[in-house]
């Protein structure tokens, strides 16, 4: 069983109140995800595709990220779950912003690494397959291929080295 802290619209914790992964979350409250774009220090961008089973499964995913823990701040929850869906393990991550839908907040971070491209760990359960691609391609994906259009906009928003 995965348990959440709530959180109300403005970001903080709602005392007493935690959530069960898969139960509704009630009208006004909050859950905490955080996602990690990694962009390799020769420009080009981690991709990682969903398993099958999922829900979009086979769709790309321009992030490594989930549901933080109960207890978990958004750098600990991105830190961990870049690990467990990639094996890099950075602690140069930075926030590039913060975007509320429905019932959850979105915290999103930039990781610049120089990790081996060809030693990324796929999660059991959770991703099939990566690839590097480029800027210019990640923002030119379709709908039908990635999973969430808002890191194309962060993307979009990033300088260019």
Not at 33 to 50: E, P
Request: proline residues 2%; charged residues 30%.
């Amino acid at each position: 069983m995965e348990l959440w802290d709530a959180y109300n619209k403005d970001f903080e914790k709602v005392n007493g109140t935690i959530f069960v992964r898969g139960e509704q979350i009630p009208n006004g409250l909050y859950h905490l995800v955080c996602d990690v774009l990694v962009k390799h220090t020769d420009g080009t961008f981690l991709l990682m595709q969903r398993d099958p089973r999922k829900h979009f499964g086979g769709m790309w995913e321009a992030t490594a990220g989930g549901s933080a823990l109960i207890g978990e701040n958004p750098l600990e929850c991105a830190k961990r779950e870049l690990t467990e869906e990639t094996g890099i393990v950075s602690s140069q991550l930075t926030e590039v912003g913060t975007v509320i839908s429905k019932d959850t907040i979105y915290v999103e971070y930039l990781c610049i690494t120089d990790w081996n491209k060809y030693d990324i760990t796929l999660q059991e359960g959770e991703t099939a397959a990566y690839r590097w691609v480029s800027r210019e391609a990640l923002l030119h994906m379709k709908k039908d291929e990635l999973v969430t259009e808002r890191m194309q906009k962060f993307i979009s928003e990033l300088e260019e080295d």
